[in-house]
């Protein structure tokens, strides 16, 4: 990213791009050939990069990402995750999301504030597999009763921009979105990407605009902890395993998740 969006280094980036790499944002051409011709445009729109944190697992490598005078991606200034797998030294294919810089939340926090150091090397798998049942338990199949099997009663530090911190700030916002007639379905989990106290997930999500029956209750069953939450929503992209959709109520969505002990 450093050649590409900082010295748009047209001899660096070749070398770093697979030939044939595959791009998976609906609005960029796939190839490395696009990329390349497409660095002098870049350049000179004075398109500003920052890398909040990066974590890597496997051959996959995710970027948190702030991109200032970022009008060649649609937006003034943008909070990205960019998804990348490396094959044979190179990077060979690309997903991302995008959304538009927010103020703050209701609890003061972010897109892209709070800790970003790496620890816990030796909970990956265990914090993986935490931050993945929850997406499959309570995101996708809905037993929402098993929240606290998941979530910290104590400390769930939200950077969501319109939700507030804690269960409570959680359940108000899936409340509000009842009472507007607005659900959100879970249908895939395409990525799941582990680090330490780091866990990025990628999911389909589906939005139904019917009135739906919502309710959710709350134990008191002590926690494992999830720290913090992160969300951002674009138009469909290709994640693994799916093809762009036409569905205009289809996005995805994407979490990184800090994990405290």
């Known amino acids: 990213m450093q050649a590409m969006f900082v010295d748009f280094d047209t001899v660096a980036t070749t070398g770093l791009l697979a030939e044939n790499y595959l791009q998976h944002n609906p609005a960029v051409p796939t190839g490395a050939a696009p990329i390349i011709g ?14 909040h944190r990066l974590i890597a697992e496997g051959d996959l490598v995710v ?74 338990t309570i995101l996708m199949k809905g037993e929402v009763e098993r929240i606290t ?12 921009t319109g939700i507030a911190d804690g269960l409570d700030g959680l359940g108000a916002a899936l409340a509000a979105m009842a009472e507007q007639g607005l659900s959100m379905v879970y249908s895939d989990l395409h990525i799941a990407v582990a680090e330490g106290n780091f866990v990025f997930t990628a ?22 902890s999830l720290s913090i939450g992160m969300s951002l929503h674009q138009s469909p992209t290709r994640w693994p395993t799916t093809t762009a959709s036409s569905d205009p109520t289809t996005d995805s969505q994407t979490y990184i998740q800090r994990l405290i002990p």
Do not use: M
């Open 38 to 51: 497409f660095l002098p445009a870049l350049k000179d729109s004075g398109i500003k990069l920052t890398t």
């Open 63 to 136: 970027a948190h990402n702030l991109y200032e005078n970022a009008q060649a991606f649609g937006g003034d200034t943008l909070v990205a995750f960019d998804v990348f797998r490396i094959e044979n030294g190179k990077l060979a294919e690309h997903w991302d999301n995008l959304a538009s810089l927010a103020g703050p939340n209701p609890s003061g926090r972010t897109q892209l504030d709070g800790p970003t150091d790496i620890t816990d090397l030796d909970k990956t798998a265990a914090n993986k597999a935490l931050v993945t049942g929850f997406v499959e």
């Open 149 to 160: 099997d998941f979530i910290s009663t104590g400390a769930y530090l939200q950077h969501n």
């Open 203 to 224: 999911s389909g999500v589906r939005w139904v605009t019917r009135r739906p029956r919502f309710s959710i209750c709350f134990g008191s069953k002590r926690a494992r």
